[in-house]
């Protein structure tokens, strides 16, 4: 497979994970509830106290910021060789997380050295933005979130009509993969 085209998949996974998640509304406001509101917490907390502390406000947010986009980038490292379009691309989305990850941090540490002043407050609200773009493309596939867990997925699935006075003692008439 040809750089060029590598590239255009890498651009085209980080299309599709934004954009496909807009369809599930359980997704939507989960990530409007707890990671928008609930996680954040700390940081609305020190923006509409008073008084305002700019370095609370910062601080907040720097930690948000590291939290949410180290997670998210161990989630994309450990997103595994799924059987999808993108699979061929899987180092090229795990050094995508790396990277994230190393920005994150030095996004977290230039934020925590400006912590008093409007630079470290304006990088801080960029910041939170773009933990919440990888947070939200790292866990797109979710199925957790999402909601498309079939019921009787924990048992492995539906199963077969079996006469209880005829059970042999093994996995015989079960879907067990």
Sequence with gaps: MSDITKWKLLKQFIRDKFLEPWQHPSYVIYFIIVIGILASIG?????????KSMEGITINAANI?????ASSSIELMLRGGKDDKFSTIKTDIQVFAISALIIGFILWTVIISHKEGYFGLVLS????L???FIWWISNADNQKIIGNVKADSPIGGKQKEIKKDVLKG???????E
Excluded: N, Q, R, S
């Design 65 to 69: 910021i590291i939290a949410l986009i």
């Design 130 to 132: 773009l933990a919440y």
């Design 170 to 176: 093994d996995t015989d008439g079960f879907k067990t």
């Design 43 to 51: 940081f609305y907390y020190e923006l509409f106290k008073c008084p």
């Design 125 to 128: 609200i960029l910041g939170l």
